[in-house]
């Protein structure tokens, strides 16, 4: 099983996290599984950027972006170049490091 760190953020994990989490699990539900309220406003369907984050290491061991999620991540807050949605990335066979950026944008409900 992967192990996810996760970098102290300043609502949601203060103190930063370590989770494991099984293969092929999407990085949204295992970090809601295990009490990191990251904000899924789509409810993990790739239609906002809430659930952005930065994978800090590990990148190469997810599965690939999609175009759509590319599409919506142009839009995403703090944007990177590691930065995914969590609800589209399937966690692989080796452990990974994220960052949640300090601040998230609805584009549903703030008319973006």
């Given amino acids: 099983m992967p192990t996810i760190t996760i970098l102290p953020h300043p609502q949601l994990c203060p103190s930063g996290a370590v989770i494991e989490a099984e293969e092929g699990k ?5 970090m809601v599984e295990h009490a990191v309220e990251i904000e899924h406003a789509c409810e993990m369907s ?6 952005h984050v930065v994978i800090r290491a590990g990148l190469a061991s997810l599965n690939a972006s999609t175009e759509e999620e590319e599409d ?7 944007l990177e170049v590691n930065s995914r949605l969590s609800c589209q990335v399937k966690l692989g066979k080796q452990d990974i490091t994220i960052e949640i950026p ?10 973006h």
């Fill in 102 to 111: 300090k601040y998230t944008i609805n584009h549903a409900r703030e008319n």
């Fill in 72 to 78: 919506l991540l142009d839009a995403a807050w703090g």
């Fill in 26 to 30: 999407s990085l949204c539900e295992a």
């Fill in 46 to 51: 790739c239609a906002c950027t809430t659930c």
